[in-house]
């Protein structure tokens, strides 16, 4: 197995942490891959608050949804990354949608994410996607613009644990050759 194929099957939302902080080093090269995250005409449609300050993480974790597995995990975590996307470009051409899905920075900042939270893996961290929440109440915590929102929460740590692999599916459950 390749370390890439490696990294994509051995990663897990990691929900715990210990109490150590997240190297300037390591956040810094984690940073670094999102630069080179693919985008709809490399319009680079993403934004990356950096949160350290317990305050403004407590302040974020209210925000979550408390049916959510991970709302301690936005408190607790040494790093929450809020993964923000600017309106209005990504799949947009002379300012109009361009698809029947109109804006695609949805898709960009999934590719964004998924780069993120695997080079974390790759640096021995943790990570954990968090999207169930009051998105409005979290973007007023950061001060972000109107021109963006606020689309997930990353908290970042290193692993408390490792849960085991969920049950995935066969490939040949969603995978379709020539027609649906």
Not at 7 to 36: F, Q, T
Not at 81 to 88: E, I, Q, S
Not at 117 to 141: E, I, P, S
Request: charged residues 25%; neutral net charge.
């Amino acid at each position: 197995m390749t370390d890439l194929m490696d990294a994509v099957v051995s990663r897990r939302s990691i929900r715990k942490y210990e109490d150590r902080p997240v190297p300037d080093e390591a956040l810094n090269d984690i940073l670094e891959a999102v630069r080179y995250a693919p985008s709809w005409t490399n319009c680079q449609c993403w934004d990356i608050v950096v949160v350290r300050d317990d305050a403004v993480k407590g302040r974020l974790q209210e925000a979550v949804a408390p049916k959510n597995p991970a709302v301690k995990a936005v408190g607790a975590a040494p790093v929450v990354l809020a993964v923000c996307g600017r309106k209005g470009v990504s799949g947009y051409y002379d300012g109009k949608a361009s698809t029947k899905f109109g804006d695609w920075y949805l898709f960009d900042l999934g590719i964004a994410t998924q780069t993120l939270c695997l080079a974390a893996h790759g640096k021995g961290l943790g990570t954990v996607v968090v999207g169930l929440m009051d998105h409005d109440r979290a973007a007023a915590v950061l001060n972000v613009p109107e021109t963006h929102d606020l689309v997930v929460l990353i908290p970042m740590g290193y692993p408390a644990k490792r849960p085991s692999m969920p049950k995935r599916k066969e490939r040949n459950e969603f995978v379709h050759w020539e027609s649906f």
